[in-house]
């Protein structure tokens, strides 16, 4: 598809929606300003639909959940005011998300006339403009661009978009309100989106050495992680595995990296904070592959996994080490899809799938019995379904999820940046990407009063994402660290919340009988939100929660 105007032209505007729009990207996520209004417009009238937000924080929360799912997702902001987009673009460079940030600002020509203008950071404004934004966004960012020349826009466009994809990683590009309709002199030749080539002779040798390990190994291993997922690597991974018969745990983050249903999975491993099953697993084995795993303190349990460094192979998007042996140049996706040409003659037992980490299936209430957090869990799994997604948010929900069995590809979460207030537009973000799936929201009240308000764009776009809220009446996660009054928040009337916004259901429920039923009839129904608000105890906590309190607290207590 050739990039025009109305006037059958190539703008820079149109050919940056155009690319976007070739790979995948059917919605926008922003807030309009005045200096990115007509590059609104123009979203107004292409093929891909903006999506208003109520803050830029959350159209990047939203674009971010977006592009996990779908391979790319894209915010829209106006300078200055919208820097505080930055949190949601932190999380998105650390958690390796594809996310695309452009920014209108101010005009070429109005820097000739005035320097001191509204929205800017910079007091010494120079006719060149204010690069505060572009400097700021730099540190979270994998490649920036500004879009003020219309002889090299083109190629700047492809460029950025092609490390976002390649490396799954933010990217930020900025472009002046008055260049959005300025023609490109030439069509630029567009970049084929091919990652790097690897090595050969390192590939081979890599290979060779992992074949070696695997083949005189009695109980093999493979930890898989979120990059995994990112460079859409699964499939080639399992399998690797099911060939081979070896047992998959997971991380956090890399959730859902395989169907959890699958015979080889044991669970997601985190250390010391995992189930004994899990622990027991990964304790026992003789060789692991550690395949897109970030090694931060919640993934591997506050540092208390245990991975013997000898028998050890790390592949990552930007590094492969094997023993203390280093490969350059091997890039992850021709590494995961070399294992399969490997022939291991592997002679260990059968994988036993007694030793999986699993909640039942089945859920029966007692009568009258007050809903515990535990509990919760167990009756959400006997109502999940293939089609459905969980998004959650930050605190006990998130380490409450973790015990879930969910299909490939389902689960959604910040587990490494952890910030809290994701959930409900990452909720709203996912059910726009994949409209025939079910999103399931699941959030603690500390984290839904940071951006609970984010359920309008649900109303507003028709979304059905069923949310519940874990009322625990304040910061759950932080009471097992260290209790005090900070932790404590002010209790709103959650239920109310559909009806002031016009639409949707609430539910309030304090029972195992009323979850179970409340449930039910929110799975039952499509077209319309549920939002439902579960009673806890203060102190009241899944058993993740409990195992990470106990490895954490001792660091926060000093």
């Not at 399992?238 to 060939?243: G, K, P, Q, T, Y």
């Not at 959730?255 to 985190?270: A, C, I, R």
């Not at 203060?538 to 607290?553: A, C, I, M, Q």
């Amino acid at each position: 598809m050739q990039a025009r105007s109305s006037a059958g032209q190539t703008t820079i505007g149109y050919y940056l929606l155009d690319r976007l729009h070739e790979l995948g990207v059917e919605h926008i996520f922003g807030v309009p300003g005045d200096y990115v209004l007509r590059f609104d417009k123009l979203i107004e009238q292409h093929q891909i639909k903006f999506i208003n937000t109520t803050r830029e924080n959350t159209a990047g929360y939203a674009a971010d959940a977006y592009a996990r799912l779908r391979g790319l997702g894209v915010a829209c902001i106006t300078y200055g005011v919208g820097i505080n987009i930055t949190n949601a673009l932190a999380q998105a460079y650390v958690e390796s998300s594809p996310l695309v940030v452009i920014s209108g600002t101010v005009g070429t020509d109005e820097f000739k006339r005035h320097t001191t203008l509204h929205h800017l950071i910079n007091k010494s404004i120079t006719i060149h403009g204010d690069r505060t934004q572009f400097d700021v966004f730099k540190n979270v960012t994998i490649d920036q661009g500004i879009l003020d020349d219309p002889k090299t826009a083109g190629e700047i466009i492809d460029r950025v978009l092609l490390s976002c994809w390649q490396h799954k990683k933010p990217v930020y590009l900025e472009i002046p309100r008055n260049l959005v309709d300025q023609p490109l002199p030439s069509y630029p030749s567009t970049q084929s989106f091919r990652y790097p080539p690897s090595d050969p002779d390192a590939l081979r040798e890599a290979l060779e050495e992992t074949r070696h390990l695997f083949s005189t190994s009695r109980r093999p291993l493979i930890w898989a992680g979120h990059e995994v997922l990112r460079f859409q690597q699964s499939q080639t991974l399992l399998d690797f595995a099911e060939r081979n018969r070896i047992p998959i745990v997971s991380s956090l983050l890399g959730k859902t990296v395989v169907d959890e249903h699958n015979p080889l999975f044991v669970g997601v491993y985190q250390g010391g904070m995992s189930p004994k099953e899990v622990t027991d697993t990964v304790d026992e084995c003789d060789c692991i592959l550690i395949a897109g795993v970030i090694m931060h303190d919640l993934d591997t349990g506050i540092f208390t996994a245990k991975v013997d460094h000898e028998r050890r192979i790390v592949a990552n998007s930007d590094s492969l080490t094997i023993g203390h042996h280093h490969y350059h140049h091997v890039n992850l996706v021709d590494y995961l899809v070399g294992l399969n040409t490997l022939d291991l003659g592997l002679s260990h037992a059968p994988f036993h799938t007694s030793r999986h980490a699993r909640l039942s299936e089945s859920f029966t209430p007692q009568p009258d019995a007050k809903i515990t957090t535990k509990r919760v869990f167990e009756c959400l799994q006997s109502h999940l379904r293939p089609e459905h997604i969980i998004v959650s948010d930050v605190g006990d929900c998130l380490f409450g999820s973790a015990d879930l069995v969910l299909s490939h590809d389902s689960f959604l979460a910040c587990p490494y940046f952890a910030s809290l207030g994701f959930g409900t537009p990452g909720a709203v973000g996912a059910q726009i990407a994949e409209p025939n799936r079910r999103v399931v929201g699941i959030i603690g009240d500390g984290g839904f009063q940071m951006t609970a308000m984010e359920l309008s764009a649900a109303i507003r776009y028709g979304l059905d994402p069923v949310m519940i809220i874990l009322n625990n009446h304040g910061y759950g996660t932080e009471r097992p660290l260290l209790e005090g009054s900070y932790n404590d928040i002010l209790n709103w009337n959650y239920t109310e919340i559909p009806r002031v916004l016009g639409g949707g259901i609430g539910i309030k429920v304090e029972t195992e009988q009323e979850l179970d039923k409340a449930l039910r009839r929110a799975f039952a129904e499509r077209g319309t939100l549920y939002l439902i608000e579960i009673e806890l105890g203060k102190l009241d906590f899944s058993p993740g929660l409990h195992r990470l309190g106990e490895l954490l607290g001792k660091i926060v207590k000093g």
